[in-house]
Nanobody, 127 residues
C-alpha cells in the first residue's frame, strides 16, 4: 500500500515555530513532486508550498513565503515543513501530497496535480 503519513502538528504561540513532517510508506517520496496544503475551519483547502522531484525547485504561496521552509530527509524518506513566525491565521490542518507523475522538473500548488494525500496534522497557533 502506498501511503503518506503526516505528523508533527500541535500548539504553538504566535511568533513561534513548529515543524510538520510527511513520511511515505511503500514508495520513495522523492520520486514525486511533493505539495503541502492546509485547510482552516470553514475555509477551502489551499496550497502553500511544493518541491519538484527532478530539479528540486520550490514554490511558496505568498501567505507563507519567508516564514515556511521545505526540507528533505532522504534517510527517512520524508519531507519536512519548518514553520516560523507563526500567526493565528496559520491555524489549520496541514496535509502533504504527492503528484500524479514522477520526476517533475517544476511543481505547482494546484491540488488537481496531486493524487496521494496524507491524513493531515492539526496546527493551532494561539496565545
Amino acid at each position: 500500500q502506498l501511503s503518506l503519513v503526516d505528523s508533527g502538528g500541535g500548539l504553538a504561540r504566535p511568533g513561534g515555530s513548529l515543524k510538520v513532517s510527511c513520511m511515505s510508506l511503500g514508495f520513495s517520496i522523492h520520486d514525486y513532486n511533493i505539495g503541502w496544503f492546509r485547510q482552516a475551519p470553514g475555509k477551502p483547502r489551499e496550497g502553500i508550498a511544493c518541491i519538484s522531484s527532478f530539479d528540486k525547485n520550490v514554490n511558496y504561496a505568498s501567505s507563507v513565503k519567508g516564514r515556511f521552509t521545505l526540507s528533505s530527509d532522504n534517510a527517512k524518506n520524508a519531507m519536512h515543513l519548518q514553520m516560523t513566525s507563526l500567526k493565528p491565521e496559520d491555524t489549520a490542518t496541514y496535509y502533504c501530497a504527492t503528484s500524479l507523475r514522477k520526476y517533475g522538473a517544476t511543481c505547482s500548488i494546484n491540488m488537481d496535480e496531486y493524487d496521494n494525500w496524507g491524513q493531515g496534522t492539526l496546527v493551532v497557533v494561539s496565545s
